[in-house]
C-alpha cells in the first residue's frame, strides 16, 4: 500500500542542475529499499541509485556516480535525487521506486513505482 509520487522534472541546460522529489505514502521498514530508476527516449529502464531506509547502504549507477546523490527526508516523508553536472544523456523519464522487503534491487525487482517525471537536459 505504498504510493509514490515524483516532481521537480523540467528542463535544464547541459552542466546543470535539478532536484527531483518522491513524495512516499504508506508505510516503509527497515529492511525496505527506495531507488531512483529512469528511461530515456527509445532505451529501456535502467537503475540510477538506491538506498535503504533503515539507512547506512546506498548505490549509484556508474554513469551517475560522482554527479547524483540519492538521499531523504524522513520528517517530510520525501526522497530526493539531486543532480550535478547534468548531460544531455541524462535526459529520461525519472521514476521513484520502493521495495518493501528484503531482495535484490532492480527494474524487474521493484514492489512500486510513481508515474514519473521528465527530465530533459539540453546541450
Known amino acids: 500500500q505504498v504510493q509514490l509520487v515524483e516532481s521537480g522534472g523540467g528542463l535544464a541546460q547541459a552542466g546543470g542542475s535539478l532536484r527531483l522529489s518522491c513524495a512516499v505514502s504508506?508505510?516503509?521498514?527497515?529492511?525496505?529499499?527506495m531507488g531512483w530508476f529512469r528511461q530515456p527516449p527509445g532505451k529501456e529502464r535502467e537503475f540510477v541509485a538506491t538506498?535503504?531506509?533503515?539507512?547506512?547502504?546506498?548505490d549509484y549507477a556508474d554513469s551517475v556516480k560522482g554527479r547524483f546523490t540519492i538521499s531523504r527526508d524522513n520528517a517530510k516523508n520525501m526522497v530526493y535525487l539531486q543532480m550535478y553536472s547534468l548531460k544531455p544523456e541524462d535526459t529520461a523519464v525519472y521514476y521513484c521506486?520502493?521495495?518493501?522487503?528484503?531482495?535484490?534491487?532492480?527494474?524487474?525487482?521493484?514492489?512500486?513505482w510513481g508515474k514519473g517525471t521528465l527530465v530533459t537536459v539540453s546541450s
Open positions: 504508506g508505510r516503509m521498514f527497515s529492511s525496505s529499499s
Open positions: 521506486a520502493a521495495k518493501t522487503s528484503l531482495g535484490r534491487i532492480g527494474v524487474r525487482y521493484m514492489d512500486y
Open positions: 538506498f535503504r531506509w533503515s539507512g547506512g547502504i546506498t
